[in-house]
C-alpha cells in the first residue's frame, strides 16, 4: 500500500488548507484512514479518522469543530480539510490506512500500519 500525501503549505492564522492522501496498491474502500501530525519536539498525534465506508468519524478534541475529514472511495482518496488554522496547527500531517474498516482513534503502526510521507503545513500569526 502506498500513501501520497499533498495539499500542505504556508496559510495565516485563521485560514483554511484541504490535504489530500491518495492511496495505491489494494482495496482502498476496504480499510479505515486517519491524519495525524507531528510538530518539532512533539510526539506524532493522533487528528481523525474515517470508517471504510464514510460513514463514521472521531476527532481529537484539539480540531473538532475545525477540521473535518471525509474520502473518496472512487478516487482512492482522503481529505483532510483545516478551517480557522492557528498557529500551533504548524507540523507535518501523516495520512495512515489501517487493513480493518473501522475507525480507530489511536497511534499505533500495528492498528495503522500504512503511513504516508507526511506535508508541512505552516500557520503564521
Known amino acids: 500500500v502506498q500513501l501520497q500525501a499533498s495539499g500542505g503549505g504556508l496559510v495565516q492564522a485563521g485560514g483554511s488548507l484541504r490535504l489530500s492522501c491518495a492511496a495505491s496498491?489494494?482495496?482502498?474502500?476496504?480499510?479505515?484512514m486517519g491524519w495525524f501530525r507531528q510538530a518539532p519536539g512533539m510526539e506524532r498525534e493522533f487528528l481523525t479518522c474515517?470508517?471504510?465506508?464514510?460513514?463514521?468519524?472521531s476527532y481529537a478534541d484539539s480540531v473538532k469543530g475545525r477540521f473535518s475529514i471525509s474520502r473518496d472511495n472512487a478516487k482512492n482518496t482522503v481529505y483532510l480539510q483545516m478551517n480557522s488554522l492557528k498557529p500551533e496547527d504548524t507540523a507535518v500531517y501523516y495520512c495512515?490506512?489501517?487493513?480493518?474498516?473501522?475507525?480507530?482513534?489511536?497511534?499505533?503502526?500495528?492498528?495503522?500500519?500504512?503511513w504516508g510521507q507526511g506535508t508541512l503545513v505552516t500557520v503564521s500569526s
Open positions: 496498491g489494494r482495496t482502498f474502500s476496504n480499510g479505515a
Open positions: 495512515a490506512a489501517r487493513i480493518g474498516s473501522d475507525c480507530a482513534p489511536q497511534i499505533s503502526r500495528y492498528v495503522y500500519p500504512y
Open positions: 474515517i470508517n471504510g465506508r464514510g460513514g463514521s468519524t
